[in-house]
């Protein structure tokens, strides 16, 4: 069982490609399933304790691993039933079934066990469950104290992370060979539980992985605040959002940081505002600028907007902003640019979007040619080039005010740094969720800034 930070992520085409692959080589499928299938027993020894495990077949490929995964259990002496619907349908499914040998009770009236293991469907689910499977899943899933899923639980789609119906959540879900995209996405990541990897020995490359931890260097002993990155904000109508980016950015280690705008002196006194002018603006020591959080929707910002898509600056374009912008106005852009939209700021600047949220994502950043930080419970960072990292569901809290202006500054920050746009947006975003990991239940936007500051201790 491997954790998941920084592994690829494969839709089910590619993955059915790499075991392809694998196949050519000279494995075959049932040599694969005998490695998922071990894989999943060892794992459920180590997580299940001396309880009874049922193990619910489904009639293909995954129901073939719950099958090899039973006679192992079996082998290693634990208490072992096996529950299905429909006899299975693959020959290396009825060469592992048949490997299994015991008795197989009807999915409809199963009894329960303190452990369930769900290998109905996996990536190769079409429809949605029928009713029966359905209730039956539900009802042992509900009566177990642990519940585990075979690389998903079943009813998700893979690509998508969408629900084909109800979908009881599980305990833990081992993905066989790779992430998929509904580990991560949701609503379908929600009912993963907790993700871990069971290798099955097939190589898997993707241009897409699970958002890791970023290196984050204490500043060198000659550094100085130019060389950690100078950050400027332009301040909205809205001060407080401007003032949450621009101490964020502080927070996440930008070297100085300047508010742009009106200037009113108060705490924190790091921060410095200037009067926005062409001298501030042009300033050739700003490493990135931050346009949008408070911005307001009016002329005036509109103005103010474009004063910042005329610089040469690298941009963080975030909140109202992405409501002002228009796609001709980022096509004559040549500096990099990082779009932090949410589904209603995206949706306003790209349209409804298409495909699962990676896809859209991908899209959009093709498009923009951006990078694009499509933010959520599901937050997806997509490149140009196609380069993707989804990152794992974060906090709950952070859906409260002022938290997207936090992370447009801490992405600033990694920006003006000297990281590259996508490393940057994949930073600022690891940075943000591990500050309400640690902020706890119902922080403020304001706390969420200073936790950052402990990440790198
Ligand atoms: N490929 C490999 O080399 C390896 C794959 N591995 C494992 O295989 C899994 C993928 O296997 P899979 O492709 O057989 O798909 P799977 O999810 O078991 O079900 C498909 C079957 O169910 C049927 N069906 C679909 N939806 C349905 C529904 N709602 N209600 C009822 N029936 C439904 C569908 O028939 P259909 O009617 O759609 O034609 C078909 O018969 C993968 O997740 C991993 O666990 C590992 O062993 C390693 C080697
Ligand atoms: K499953």
């Given at each position: 069982?491997?954790?998941?930070?920084?592994?690829?992520?494969l839709?089910?085409?590619?993955?059915?490609?790499?075991?392809?692959s694998?196949?050519?080589?000279g494995?075959?499928?049932?040599?694969?399933m005998?490695?998922?299938g071990?894989?999943?027993?060892?794992a459920?020894l180590?997580?299940?304790?001396?309880?009874?495990?049922?193990i619910l077949c489904?009639?293909?490929?995954?129901?073939?691993?719950g099958?090899v995964?039973a006679a192992r259990?079996?082998?290693a002496?634990?208490k072992v039933?096996?529950?299905?619907a429909?006899d299975?349908?693959?020959d290396?499914?009825r060469?592992?079934r048949?490997?299994w040998g015991?008795?197989?009770?009807?999915?409809?009236t199963a009894?329960?066990a303190?452990?369930?293991?769900?290998?109905?469907?996996g990536?190769?689910?079409?429809?949605?469950?029928?009713a029966?499977a359905?209730a039956?899943?539900?009802?042992l899933?509900?009566?177990?104290t642990?519940?585990?899923?075979v690389d998903?639980?079943?009813?998700i789609?893979?690509?998508?992370?969408a629900?084909l119906?109800d979908?009881?959540?599980?305990?833990?879900?081992?993905?066989l060979?790779?992430?998929?995209?509904?580990?991560?996405?949701?609503?379908?990541?929600t009912r993963?539980?907790?993700?871990?990897?069971v290798?099955?020995?097939?190589?898997?490359a993707?241009?897409a992985?699970?958002?890791?931890?970023?290196?984050?260097?204490?500043?060198?002993?000659d550094?100085?605040?130019?060389t950690r990155?100078?950050?400027?904000v332009m301040?909205?109508?809205m001060?407080?959002?401007?003032h949450l980016?621009?101490?964020?950015?502080?927070?996440?280690g930008a070297?100085?940081v300047?508010?742009l705008?009106?200037?009113i002196?108060?705490?924190p006194h790091?921060?410095?505002?200037?009067?926005?002018?062409?001298?501030?603006l042009?300033?050739?020591?700003?490493?990135a600028?931050?346009v949008?959080?408070?911005?307001?929707r009016?002329?005036?910002a509109r103005?103010?907007l474009?004063?910042?898509?005329a610089?040469?600056?690298?941009?963080?374009?975030?909140?109202?902003?992405l409501?002002l912008?228009?796609?001709?106005?980022l096509?004559?852009?040549?500096a990099p640019?990082?779009?932090?939209p949410?589904?209603?700021?995206?949706?306003?600047l790209f349209?409804?979007?298409?495909g699962s949220k990676?896809?859209?994502?991908r899209?959009?950043?093709?498009a923009?040619?951006?990078?694009?930080?499509?933010?959520?419970?599901?937050?997806?960072?997509?490149?140009?080039d196609?380069r993707?990292?989804?990152?794992s569901?974060g906090?709950?809290?952070?859906s409260t005010?002022g938290t997207?202006?936090?992370l447009a500054?801490a992405?600033?920050?990694?920006?003006?740094?000297?990281r590259a746009?996508?490393d940057?947006?994949?930073?600022?975003?690891?940075?943000?969720?591990?500050?309400a990991?640690?902020?706890?239940?119902?922080f403020?936007?304001?706390?969420?800034a200073?936790?950052?500051?402990?990440?790198f201790?």
């Amino acid at each position: 069982m491997i954790p998941i930070s920084g592994m690829p992520v494969l839709t089910a085409a590619q993955m059915r490609a790499a075991e392809d692959s694998a196949i050519a080589a000279g494995t075959s499928v049932g040599a694969l399933m005998q490695r998922a299938g071990h894989g999943i027993a060892d794992a459920v020894l180590r997580l299940a304790g001396p309880h009874e495990i049922l193990i619910l077949c489904g009639p293909g490929n995954n129901g073939g691993d719950g099958y090899v995964a039973a006679a192992r259990l079996l082998a290693a002496g634990r208490k072992v039933r096996v529950a299905a619907a429909a006899d299975p349908r693959s020959d290396a499914a009825r060469v592992a079934r048949n490997g299994w040998g015991g008795a197989v009770e009807p999915l409809a009236t199963a009894r329960a066990a303190p452990v369930v293991v769900d290998a109905l469907f996996g990536t190769g689910l079409s429809r949605a469950l029928d009713a029966g499977a359905a209730a039956a899943l539900a009802r042992l899933v509900a009566q177990a104290t642990l519940s585990i899923a075979v690389d998903l639980p079943s009813g998700i789609a893979t690509d998508t992370g969408a629900l084909l119906g109800d979908v009881p959540a599980v305990d833990v879900t081992l993905a066989l060979g790779a992430v998929k995209p509904a580990h991560l996405l949701q609503p379908g990541a929600t009912r993963c539980g907790a993700v871990r990897v069971v290798p099955i020995g097939v190589e898997t490359a993707s241009a897409a992985h699970v958002l890791a931890a970023p290196a984050l260097a204490t500043p060198a002993p000659d550094s100085h605040k130019f060389t950690r990155g100078m950050v400027a904000v332009m301040k909205g109508r809205m001060a407080g959002a401007s003032h949450l980016a621009a101490t964020a950015a502080m927070h996440a280690g930008a070297g100085y940081v300047a508010l742009l705008g009106p200037t009113i002196p108060g705490a924190p006194h790091a921060l410095v505002r200037r009067r926005l002018d062409d001298a501030a603006l042009d300033d050739a020591r700003i490493g990135a600028v931050v346009v949008g959080p408070g911005l307001g929707r009016d002329d005036e910002a509109r103005a103010l907007l474009g004063r910042a898509l005329a610089t040469a600056h690298p941009l963080v374009i975030d909140g109202d902003a992405l409501h002002l912008v228009t796609p001709p106005q980022l096509a004559a852009r040549t500096a990099p640019m990082i779009l932090t939209p949410h589904a209603g700021e995206f949706a306003a600047l790209f349209g409804a979007p298409s495909g699962s949220k990676l896809d859209a994502a991908r899209a959009a950043a093709q498009a923009s040619v951006a990078v694009v930080v499509f933010k959520g419970a599901d937050t997806v960072i997509a490149a140009p080039d196609g380069r993707a990292t989804l990152a794992s569901a974060g906090s709950a809290w952070l859906s409260t005010a002022g938290t997207g202006d936090v992370l447009a500054g801490a992405i600033a920050a990694m920006l003006a740094g000297g990281r590259a746009p996508f490393d940057a947006a994949g930073a600022g975003v690891w940075l943000h969720a591990e500050a309400a990991r640690r902020a706890g239940p119902a922080f403020i936007a304001d706390d969420l800034a200073a936790h950052m500051a402990g990440i790198f201790a």
